[in-house]
């Protein structure tokens, strides 16, 4: 050990940063930490590879999670606001200014970081997501989030995951440098549309505010830009949109924008608000947006098969939207002898994975039972009515039982 | 084709804590390609034995809590099912470069330095007496220095009342891991979930 600290003692370098001016103030850690617990962002995978010994934190392709809430989510950055003043009149937000919040914070740059590595070196979070109020106004609130995320990479020789939110109406100068510093960048969207924004915030102008910021990045994105790509978070239910309505948006946006992910919230009724006396949404509408959503981007459904999943109320069901869509078209059982790997990942239970493991297994001699399709780790219980072996294959009344 | 299984499964089949010499020599003359394609028997069973490893590893490095030592060195708890003390620590050790990391328990510990000689491993005796070598030869300028108040304000900010959902909190962050990593904030599910009990707590 003693050899040990020694080569750390030759090698080390500088990644204190300035000393920290004053002790954190939890109260507000607390209150800017907890503005931003409706906002989604768990993945903090990047595909940009860190080296060298001259610095301090990495990525990893996989992303990490620090820790679970008790709610069940997946705690892995230190996600805050930089400030919770906003001139914005969203009347879903604590934070808007027709609401009656609390007390108004704000961090300085130096504070920010520091705190941030604090938590970073403890290994407690795996990255920063810094959100934000507009403050006085967006151009400054902008300029003082990237000169905290500028600090980290330069100051404290951070090269950890950095996701950075852009305000509505930012500056395009600004989005340029914040791109630069960062893993990823998003602008939320909230809701669908146009008509559905002007229902819940007066201050916002969807196109010039979030599409045209979108459009800028998607821009800068494609020349050089932050590895893992922009996101957006859409709010589920807030201003009474149908299931139809966000999964059309989110196709948009993976299209239009060349988005990496779209997260969905699903609405909270947050005291103080316009909208305090509004139902909550169930949780359940939020992961059935997220299982279509999956569909979408890794089974490689199209768009027209997956409007089959919606009833006539253009809402989902609380039923797994895969097994509905295979309901819907009338799927028949499949041998998984013969099936194209496309075939097979449209079989309820039957994932990436085990498609290209039974794809293999084919190569090697025949597949004779469920119990070996069992063990390459399909979901039997749901798999079953949709698949064929030898010719046998269940009643079709147990596949509509299923 | 992307494969589950890594081409060096066999040293994560080694680390598992229920591997036999039987099964580790049978597992030797296997391919990845066999283990990952399997459908039964002995190598299904290793497939799920490697996952399992590399899921603890994969977890423990987030759920494992640092505290500085100085300038040189940081510290924290692990009692890992499997024997996977050396790769945590060797993650670590890369993510913090020039930084002793030593991680262990009342029984053993793992110590990993990534600088310009590369990574340095070595393994010792129980944490405390690691800890305190550590202490008298940093002397008494240096004092451990935690930032679990902080990440405990933090954490709670972002918990949400309306969503409570401890079944599923318990299968992501299992009492298992939980245990292995020592995470007391986490645990602690029937505590302050407001900032105000928090810090009427404290008093």
Known sequence: MERMIALARQGRFDSEGPAPSVRPDIEKVYALGEAT???ICVSTASPRSVSGIDRIGNVCAGGICHAYAHDGRCVSMFKTLYTNACTHECAYCSNASCSSGGAVYSYTPHELASLFMDLYRGNYVEGLFLSSGVGADEYETMASMVETAEMLRTAYRFQGYVHLKILPGADRDH???AMSVSDRVSV??????????????ATKDFKTDILRRQRYIQRFVSKEGAPAGQTTQLVVGGAGETDVEIFKATVREYHKFGLKRVYYSAFTPVPGTILESQC?????????LYQMDWLYRIYHYSSCELMSAFDCSDHLANTDPKRAIAQASGLSPVDPNIASYDELLRVPGIGPVSARRILAARTRGSIRSRKELAAMGVVMCRASPYLSLGGWHDSLLARWMA | MTM??????FQYLLRHDQCTPKLAAYARVRKAEDIEFATGGRDASIRRMVASVRKEVHMLRGFVRLTAYGAYASYGYLK???DVGELVAELLARRYPHTVIILGNAYHSWMCLYGTEGVVQTEGPALASVLASLRDMLGCDSSPQSSEALWEVYYRSQYREKRRNLPYFRKSMTDT?????????ESNTNGASTLD?????DD
């Open chain 2, 177 to 185: 891991l939980r245990r292995s990593a020592h995470s007391i904030v």
């Open chain 2, 80 to 82: 890992p099912r499997h």
């Open chain 1, 175 to 177: 989005i340029r440098r």
């Open chain 1, 37 to 39: 617990k409706h906002d």
């Open chain 2, 4 to 9: 589950t299984i890594p081409y060096n499964f």
């Open chain 2, 197 to 201: 009990a928090y810090c009427s707590d």
């Open chain 1, 280 to 288: 909550m949404q169930p949780a359940w509408r939020e992961h059935r």
């Open chain 1, 188 to 201: 939320n969207i909230e809701v669908p549309s146009s008509s559905r924004l002007s229902e819940i915030c």
